[in-house]
């Protein structure tokens, strides 16, 4: 079992209860703001500070390629996964947009995409290089990856949220980029809440009826060759999974063990939030849902996390899009806390007046 380098820790029970507190006297009647001040208030527990502070913010992108499109499972070949890194370090996708929009730096992750990437210089400090191998194996055949793979591609995420706490990052958004990788999030919540597979698959980039189920077929077909095994995360991984997925457990649990918020996209980043979750049970008071996809595994995914999701737009693009779209939901949380004035402070009676 993969060792984590630094221990989770609990929140902080002490910085819950005095921003419970500093809520409770803020000028508005108690409770008035709802999940807002639910948010504010974990936020207080992960940073062990009362009035949280959520920004600078970055959206970390996991790019890898599965071997697993040889079957078919989805509507667009691997080679746009290459070719949407590329637009994404040019800024014109729409996670760009919704990253711009939030104030939140995009950072691009090569995990294991099939082909190096023929990055123009002026773009090349928004690439990190952490390739563990090219693309994984085709999952219905054989294991994705080795164990010692996935474990390595769990290691460059650790090691990327550990960079982005020196670098002083107060809150993450996860994204993701692999054709493919619906049909791994897939098998991987499958064998991790123990659901059937037609449960949780969904149409992925835009499949038809007949692809839906040509996808779980393949899905059936690659649990039931590797027999994956429940008990054991990493072997989970390793054998269904996602070199990019596996960066993203890796990150999600180095974020927590620095202290820094989470924030969940999409189905793809909810099933690598469920690994780390199986890997370290204590992950899940970091991460905040932010979306409700419409990919059926997705639901699913969240429920096992015990997540609500803060909005339904009926998206399923990926890319980290409703995790950026929900920051400033997330920053608005933290400045209410830090910006609002108490009854004393605004000279104004309170209910107990």
């Known amino acids: 079992m993969w060792k984590l380098p630094i221990g989770i820790e609990e929140l902080n029970q002490e910085a819950i209860k005095l921003a419970s507190e500093r809520h409770d006297q803020l000028t508005k009647p ?6 807002l001040e639910e948010i504010g208030i974990r936020l207080a527990g992960i940073q062990g500070e009362t009035i949280p502070t959520v920004t600078p913010c970055a959206v970390v992108l996991m790019a890898g390629d599965h071997g697993v499109t040889e079957e078919g499972v989805s509507a667009f070949p691997s080679e746009v996964t290459v070719q949407m890194v590329l637009n994404f370090l040019a ?4 996670i760009n947009a919704l990253a711009r929009n939030a104030n939140a730096d995009v950072h691009v992750v090569d995990v294991g995409v099939k082909s190096d990437i023929p990055v123009p210089s002026e773009t090349s400090n928004r690439l990190w290089v952490k390739k563990v191998r090219y693309g994984t194996d085709n999952m219905a055949k054989g294991p994705a990856m080795t164990r010692e793979e996935a474990e390595k591609a769990l290691q460059v995420g650790w090691e990327m949220g550990s960079q982005l706490h020196q670098a002083g ?5 996860l994204g993701e980029m692999g054709i493919g990788n619906t049909t791994a999030s897939a098998a991987i919540t499958a064998v991790l809440t123990g659901r059937p597979v037609q449960e949780v698959v969904g149409v992925g980039t835009g499949l038809s009826s007949q692809g839906v189920q040509h996808k779980i077929e393949t899905i059936q077909k690659a649990i039931r060759v590797n027999s994956p095994n429940p008990t054991d995360p990493i072997d989970v991984l390793a054998k269904v999974g996602g ?22 996209d999409g189905f793809i980043t909810s099933a ?5 979750a199986k890997i370290e049970p204590l992950v899940r008071s970091y991460l905040f849902g932010s979306h409700q996809s419409v990919e059926p595994g997705h639901r699913i995914v969240l429920e096992a ?26 920053q608005a949380a933290a400045r209410v806390l830090r910006e609002m004035a108490t009854f004393a402070e605004a000279g104004v009676a309170d209910a107990a007046s």
């Open 305 to 330: 996390l015990e997540l609500q999701p803060l909005f339904d737009f009926s998206m399923r693009l990926g890319e980290g899009s409703g995790a950026a779209l929900a920051l400033p939901v997330v």
């Open 91 to 94: 800024g014109g996708a729409a």
């Open 272 to 276: 690598a939030a469920l690994a780390a």
């Open 169 to 173: 990052y107060k809150m993450v958004a």
């Open 243 to 264: 070199l990019e997925i596996c960066g993203l457990a890796g990150l999600i649990l180095s974020c927590a063990a620095h202290r820094i918020p989470v924030v969940v």
């Open 30 to 35: 108690q409770g008035s703001l709802g999940l």
